[in-house]
């Protein structure tokens, strides 16, 4: 089953709220972050390969239709590539609102975390390879952060076909979503969640 939709927004741009949004329109499941924290032992091998230059998109993403968030997003040239036919979404938020994001909650769990639980610490590993290899410093300031993130999107856009490409902010809700994928609104509310409160609740089910 090929990829349909690939969402290439980095975390705290509404990548869980974008998440549950596909699977409503019929591009489910839809694989995010969330899968490899709660399926080290398949992921955690596969996205190690992917980082030393080994993908094997077909095994990752098997039984998915659509992708977003972290590590994925890390990797639009690469999956461009190999899912041709596929549509993007880039998560947009102003630069200065994601880095406070960022900075205080994914940022924080992987470059501050002074003893995390021993589990958790080769996903963290190759959490700190992919957030660096987006562009990100690990000790960055929030106007760095804020430059990193605009760098990305503008990387993204530049190596997407824009006939391929929507450019969306999560709060502007069913409307531009739909019409990208030549879908009717739906009539339930476009939902709204993963808030920092609602970040640090589902580290807390994960440990």
Not at 14 to 36: D, K, N, Q, W
Not at 71 to 81: K, S, V
Not at 127 to 151: E, H, M, N, Q, Y
Request: hydrophobic share 45%.
């Amino acid at each position: 089953m090929p990829l349909h939709v690939i969402g290439v927004g980095l975390g705290r741009t509404g990548t869980y709220s974008l998440r549950i949004a596909l699977e409503t329109l019929g591009f489910g499941p839809c694989f995010h972050m969330e899968e490899v924290a709660r399926n080290l032992p398949v992921q955690l091998p596969l996205w190690n390969d992917v980082m030393d230059g080994k993908p094997d998109w077909p095994t990752i993403y098997a039984g998915y239709e659509s992708a977003v968030d972290w590590p994925t997003a890390c990797f639009y040239r690469e999956l461009n590539a190999a899912y041709p036919d596929a549509r993007f979404i880039l998560g947009v938020r102003d630069p200065r609102s994601w880095a406070e994001s960022f900075g205080e909650t994914i940022h924080k769990i992987t470059f501050d975390a002074d003893d995390p639980p021993e589990r958790f610490r080769e996903w963290l590993a190759m959490v700190r390879r992919v957030i660096l290899r987006s562009g990100i410093p690990a000790d960055a300031d929030k106007d760095a952060l804020a430059a990193a993130f605009v760098a990305h999107n503008d990387a993204v856009k530049a190596a997407i076909p824009a006939d391929r490409l929507l450019v969306y902010a999560v709060k502007d809700g069913w409307e531009p979503l739909c019409a990208f994928l030549g879908l009717p609104v739906p009539k339930e509310p476009f939902p709204r969640t993963n808030n920092r409160e609602e970040f640090w609740d589902l580290i807390k089910s994960l440990s």
